[in-house]
């Protein structure tokens, strides 16, 4: 058993839906129509319907759709932008890029998004924008960024990247889609994503109509009208092929979310009384669609731990090693961040682990990686 078991089960998941996904892509080869094929605005349509927003574009990848939401917004360089310290590179990555400067903050101990205190503490008169990341499968704490950022005039951008199909509670009890309640949601299609295609997709959504006609001109070189460009943009698509199967996976979301969260019911479960470990921390204000399933080791060695887990054939991952602020390529960036310390992030990158996490885990496999983790940690 131990030989089959995988981060990701990629190929099981689409073994079972191999019929529709095999027919939606035949049918693209069929019209040929690889680039704005039909597929793609239908696609665009059942995304928005599934999000409860007004618009869904389509680019390249979720690192494109972050670079074109900060575009759209007109921001400028040396405008201040502020992230969490503890998310993947690319939140980061496309403000410095623009040449904007990405202002880093810490995090809440416990559901690992941007903690709203430390956002509010760091807010200049450059910042223009804050992009909250909605980590693992739960929502940042989107209320409050909302008030905070309504009092200062900051633009949300939401990334959605992880967190497709999230619910975020209002504290009044309505319930929104993750991205469709800042100004901008940007999302990727990566294969290992909640919701993924079989190459890179990405996408953006958003309520504002002025905003949707910028980033449809800006992902299409900077041109409303063919070859007159009133802007320097991008060129960044969704492929007809990926829609095609975007739109079969789609339909399968809601079970698919399901089945992670009913994995991580049964990690919780057999884990929960082990005192060497920190189970995940689930929100009052988002349900979690765990994209990933992520511990925190209180007591013992992670990278014996992660040996222990991979000489029994079990993989593990630690997203992510090292915090944004003690990034190589961040380093010039370190001085202007208005908060320096970051002991949240820091514990948190010492101390995470990642379990296998996808739609295709039994409670067999389940018990085995339990069973070696406690093993190791009695
Ligand atoms: C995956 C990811 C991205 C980037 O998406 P790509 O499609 O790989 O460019 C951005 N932000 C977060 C939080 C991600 O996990």
Redesign the pocket.
């Known amino acids: 058993m131990s030989s089959s078991i995988q981060m990701c089960d990629l190929k099981g998941q689409y073994l079972k839906i191999k019929k529709e996904i095999d027919l939606s892509i035949q049918e693209v080869i069929d019209s040929s129509a690889f680039i704005k094929g039909k597929e793609v605005n239908l696609f665009q349509d059942e995304l928005a319907k599934y999000l409860g927003v007004k618009h869904v574009i389509g680019c390249a ?3 494109d759709a ?1 670079q074109i939401a900060l575009m759209a917004l007109g921001l400028k360089p040396g405008d201040e932008v502020i992230t969490p310290d503890f ?2 590179i ?2 980061v990555e496309v403000i410095a890029l623009l040449g904007m400067v990405p202002v880093l903050v810490d995090v809440d101990p416990d559901t690992f998004t941007i903690d709203p205190i430390a956002f509010e503490k760091a807010i200049t008169s450059k910042t223009k924008a804050i992009i909250p ?1 909605h980590l693992f499968g739960q929502c940042a704490n989107m209320e409050e960024i909302v008030a905070i950022s309504q009092k200062h005039n900051i633009y949300i951008i939401e ?1 959605v ?2 967190a497709t199909g999230t619910d975020y509670i209002f504290k009044n009890g309505n319930t929104a889609k993750a991205g469709s309640i800042g100004d901008i949601g940007t999302t ?1 299609f ?1 294969p290992s ?1 909640n919701l993924g295609c079989f190459g ?1 997709g ?1 996408a953006l959504f958003t309520n504002n109509d002025a905003l949707a006609d910028e980033i449809k001109s800006i992902s299409n070189h900077g041109m409303k009208v063919r070859y007159y460009h009133d802007k320097i943009g991008v060129n960044s698509r969704l492929d007809t092929i990926q829609a095609a199967v975007l739109r079969v996976k789609l339909n399968y979301l809601n079970d698919f979310n399901s089945s992670r969260i009913k994995a991580a019911d049964i990690y919780d479960r057999l884990l929960g009384n082990c005192k060497s470990i920190k189970i995940p921390s689930r929100a009052t204000w988002s349900n979690h669609i765990f994209h990933q399933y992520t511990l925190r080791l209180l007591k013992g060695n992670r990278v014996e731990l992660i040996k222990h887990l991979s000489d029994k054939g079990i993989p593990s991952m630690v997203y992510y090693p090292v915090p944004l602020h003690a990034q190589k390529a961040f380093e010039e960036y370190q001085n202007k961040a208005t908060n320096k310390f970051f002991p949240v992030t820091d514990t948190l990158c010492d101390t995470v682990i990642s379990l296998p996490m996808h739609t295709e885990l039994t409670e067999e496999i389940q018990r085995f990686i339990c069973d070696t983790i406690l093993n190791y940690l009695k």
């Open positions: 990848n979720g690192t972050l998310t993947f690319a939140t990341v990334d990247a992880q990727s990566f994503k890179d990405g």
